[in-house]
């Protein structure tokens, strides 16, 4: 294993306490607290997040949850199946997508069980809406399959989950930054991890840990993505050495509010809300003319910036509008009440009596750190797992998304397999060696720390993060081209060695957010070369990745998964192919 490569020993940072768990979870998404639930049951577990647990960026997710419950009308798993399938532009892992689409109804009704307020149909069943790119019968129309609590889904199921937690008695760290892994004889035994509160470094050992930091969306200028969605995990595993898969995939939602890219759920358009051009058009007819504005995120993204690069944006102005005023009001404050709230707050419109300018915003990431179905990290991308060592969530890429997701997938995703993950993780424990390891070796010194405090060059973290969010914004956003894409790796480049020239105010240790921010662009400059990197490689389009130099998907030379490896100085690019057993590539329309 490489070690992280600002590290070195003689630091004078101060070990303030060791910690024992079984299982150690790093993040307090929907992944990492399902994970916790399924530990807790019989073994010691904890779950360090960065923010207070039940302010994790899952809490934001408003529109729903898939399953083929087929409570509003027919449905069935080979459907949802297909469509995840079909939505991935035929990259996804069809292995792992029939495990996750066959497991949905039985992870809705467990969620049910354990407390999450579901709203209900006229039947008293859980209710379900449409979303973009969900048919039946393979493709011929519209279904309702997306289970929803109003549009705050994703808050009521991590509340729930947290609730769960705290019955079973999960430990928590709030507010620990993840340092770095520890590893001894290739086995992960624990991690480095900063107190924010007290400024201070705590080594936790455990024989087993979960990756669980979410993505990285804070890489780009407009993001509905929340502070802290820095690639903390992405970045740590990269630099041991272990690759990540598919990273140049990176999704725009196609309505973020204008202006601040906080997210409008896709709920908002399976409600009946439609998108308009400039000249009032419905202009999706021409993109996707069977299901519209129901398509799926990929293709109508790049359908509000063709329009608005012809001349049809509103105003002249880079942005389309989102339509709800036919819903009425009643309808709007029943099952759309946050997207109303948001508009109101963030963009003063009344969504009843007025459109929601929006635009298209950088949203989730595809690609991860490579995992089998049970959570294992591959630790050469393909078959080896790197003993101990798990991950789940958007950090993670066991692949069900491939080059786009559906939407109400991600939630799916965060539930099954941090499931799966636990169960893996439970197995892995019984047959650990005891803690503390029999060679605990001479403490790491946080020297990354230290560094960062003696920083007094003239770079700052705001000027550098700035400047990387546009270049990734400029050149590596909806539509890419190999002009663009080689203007950002020398951006990048340029960025980490700026970087080595940081200046910090050194303030107290408590609370020194300067220290976090810093530690956190760190991060993001290693996840954003292996970003464009990745997207240099790939001389196609498919999904989210879109080259204008190379406009078709090119299934002879790219129907293949990407893996990036780092090792501190230059970027390795390998190949793995994609698992294809039910549904076999064909042209992607709607």
């Known amino acids: 294993m490489l070690g992280w490569p600002y590290w070195k020993k003689n630091s004078s940072w101060r070990i303030a306490l060791e910690k024992f ?39 934001a997710a408003q529109g729903g949850i898939t399953a083929a419950l087929g409570n509003e009308e027919e449905d069935h798993w080979e459907w949802h199946m297909f469509d995840t399938v079909k939505g991935s532009d035929y990259l996804a892992d069809q292995d792992a997508v029939e495990i996750m689409v066959r497991d949905a109804p039985r992870a809705i009704l467990e969620l049910e069980h354990m407390g999450v307020p579901f709203s209900r149909n006229h039947r008293g069943l859980i209710a379900q809406r449409a979303f973009g790119g969900h048919t039946r019968d393979f493709g011929k ?50 991690a480095w991890l900063l107190d924010i509160s007290r400024g ?154 007025e459109p929601i300018p929006v635009e298209p915003t950088c949203h989730y990431f595809m690609g991860g750190i490579p995992t089998d179905p049970d959570g294992r990290v591959l630790g050469d991308g393909k078959q080896s797992p790197v003993q101990g060592l798990f991950a789940a969530g958007e950090c993670a ?59 007094r060059g003239p770079e700052t973290v705001p000027g550098i993060r700035q400047d990387l969010q546009g270049l990734l914004m400029d050149h590596c956003s909806v539509f890419r081209d190999e002009k663009g894409l080689l203007a950002a790796l020398e951006g990048v480049l340029e960025l980490q060695q700026r970087f080595t020239r940081l200046g910090l105010g050194g303030g107290g240790r408590s609370f020194d957010l300067e220290v976090v921010e810093a530690l956190e662009l760190e991060h993001m400059l290693v996840v954003a070369r292996v970003v464009v990197e990745s997207a240099l490689c790939r001389k196609e389009s498919r999904g989210a990745h879109f080259r204008e130099d190379h406009p078709q998907r090119n299934d002879a030379l790219f129907l293949k998964h990407t893996l990036v490896f780092y090792d501190g100085q230059e970027v390795r690019i390998d190949w793995k192919p994609v698992k294809i057993t039910r549904f076999p590539p064909k042209e992607r329309t709607y």
């Open 397 to 455: 890429c066991v692949s069900v998304h491939g080059a786009n997701r559906l939407g109400c997938n991600s939630l799916l995703d965060l539930v099954v397999f941090g499931r799966r993950a636990a169960k893996a993780m439970a197995e892995c424990i019984k047959e650990a060696p005891d803690l503390p390891p029999q060679d605990m070796g001479e403490p790491h010194k946080p020297e990354r720390l230290q560094k960062l405090l003696q920083a």
């Open 200 to 353: 201070e470094a705590l080594r936790v050992w455990a024989k087993s840990v979960l990756i669980a930091t979410g993505g990285a969306g804070r890489l780009f200028r407009t993001t509905s993505n929340c502070f802290g969605n820095t690639g903390d995990g992405l970045a740590v595993v990269l630099c041991h050495g272990i690759p990540l898969q598919d990273m140049e995939f990176v999704q725009f939602h196609p309505t973020g509010l204008r202006g601040v890219g906080i997210l409008l759920s896709e709920a908002a358009r399976g409600e009946g809300g439609v998108l308009r051009n400039g000249l009032g058009e419905r202009f999706m007819a021409r993109y996707a003319p069977q299901i519209l504005d129901l398509a799926p995120r990929d293709i109508v993204s790049r359908a509000i910036l063709k329009e608005i690069r012809e001349g049809r944006g509103v105003e002249g102005q880079p942005y389309v509008h989102l339509d709800l005023t036919g819903l009425g009001e009643k309808r709007i404050k029943e099952r759309l009440w946050e997207v109303a709230s948001f508009a109101r707050i963030y963009g003063g419109v009344d969504a009843s009596l």
């Open 21 to 59: 768990h079984d299982a150690l979870i790093i993040g307090s998404g929907m992944a990492g607290l399902r994970a916790a639930v399924e530990l807790a049951q019989e073994t010691s577990v904890a779950v360090v997040s960065k923010v207070f647990p039940t302010r994790s960026h899952s809490g």
């Open 141 to 190: 129309a519209p279904v309702k399959r997306a289970c929803y609590a109003s549009d705050r889904t994703g808050r009521v199921i991590v509340d729930t989950l947290y609730e769960q937690c705290l019955k079973m008695g999960v430990v928590f760290y709030p507010e620990f930054l993840l340092l770095d892994l520890i590893f001894q004889k290739q086995r992960c035994v624990g």
